[in-house]
């Protein structure tokens, strides 16, 4: 394991599905960290923690030892994370991108159905 001796308490307000999303997870993965995974799509309550804590709508917002990051990719979080002695790098790669949107999001994508469609 590549953390420091202890690890502070981690809370990250992640929507289910998304790539910003699953590449903060990939990196708490890539250095066995433990963390709260706070859903701010299916819960109304957590979507409102996260927005009085930050005083904003966007996510991934990641709380780390009770210093609030909002807005930020995995790769913004490793950084975070190097710089202020949370974790010691590695050479583990993540298992998705940890600094991109997903698919259907990126430049030039082909627009996707909705997975909701409401019929008449």
């Not at 308490?9 to 999303?21: E, F, Q, R």
């Not at 202020?84 to 990126?106: L, W």
Request: glycine share 8%.
């Amino acid at each position: 394991m590549s953390t420091t001796a202890t690890q502070p308490k981690i809370i990250a307000y992640l929507k289910p599905s998304c790539g910003w999303s699953g590449g903060v997870r990939a990196v708490f993965k890539k250095y066995g960290l433990a963390f709260e995974d706070r859903d701010v799509i299916n819960s109304a309550d957590n979507f409102q923690e996260m927005v009085e804590k930050t005083g904003q709508t966007k996510q991934p917002c990641v709380e780390i030892g009770g210093r609030m990051l909002a807005d930020v990719s995995g790769e913004e979080i490793e950084d975070w994370m190097l710089q202020n002695g949370v974790v010691t790098a590695n050479s583990i790669v993540p298992e998705v991108p940890i600094n991109q949107p997903c698919a259907h999001e990126m430049p030039g994508a082909q627009a996707e159905p909705s997975p909701m469609s409401f019929r008449r």
